[in-house]
């Protein structure tokens, strides 16, 4: 055990339990949200259905994203703290991608900001392609904290 417990004892096992389970919710609503963005394009602006989409991407923002994203990071940076691990290459990296996952999350919301207006400033097969950002992050993330390269 000695090496994977800092000074918050074993409880950084319980820690870690609930980083994971918290991460699990943001990236699904990371998959999700611009999923339902690219849905939400395909109907008119002032209708029924724009109304509605907009209403689903709020409680997924409100209700899943912004709560799991505080979550993750609160857990984190408590994991982070106890195992001393500052000073590794493979840690900074590890912040640099959680950091753009964060800034990608921030821009989700400011999209459907605009969505709510009635803007569409994104084509489809543009936003398609974003939806691939929070795969390639998760995969690269989990690499570095699992296999740790360097
Ligand atoms: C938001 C800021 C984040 C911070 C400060 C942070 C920090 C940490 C730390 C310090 C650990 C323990 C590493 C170890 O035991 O060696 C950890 C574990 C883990 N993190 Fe994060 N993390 C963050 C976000 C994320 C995100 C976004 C993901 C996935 C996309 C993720 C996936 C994981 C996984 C899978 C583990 C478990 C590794 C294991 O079993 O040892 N983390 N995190």
Not at 103 to 132: D, F, I, M, Q
Request: hydrophobic share 60%; glycine share 8%; aromatic share 14%.
């Amino acid at each position: 055990m000695d090496g994977l417990v800092g000074f918050l004892g074993t409880a950084v096992l319980w820690i870690k339990a609930a980083h994971v389970i918290f991460v699990i919710f943001l990236i699904a609503g990371l998959f999700m949200l611009p999923r339902f963005f690219v849905y939400h394009h395909a109907s008119a602006v002032g209708s029924a259905e724009d109304a509605l989409w907009i209403e689903r991407e709020k409680r997924l923002i409100k209700i899943i994203l912004n709560p799991s994203l505080i979550l993750v990071w609160v857990f984190g940076l408590a994991l982070a703290f106890s195992l001393g691990i500052w000073d590794q290459a493979w840690f900074h990296a590890k912040l640099l991608l959680v950091l753009a996952l964060s800034g990608y999350h921030g821009w989700c919301v400011g999209y459907w900001k605009k969505l709510a207006r009635g803007e569409r400033p994104l084509s489809e097969k543009r936003l398609r392609l974003l939806n691939e950002v929070p795969g390639i992050a998760t995969a690269l993330i989990v690499i570095l904290v699992i296999a740790k390269p360097f």
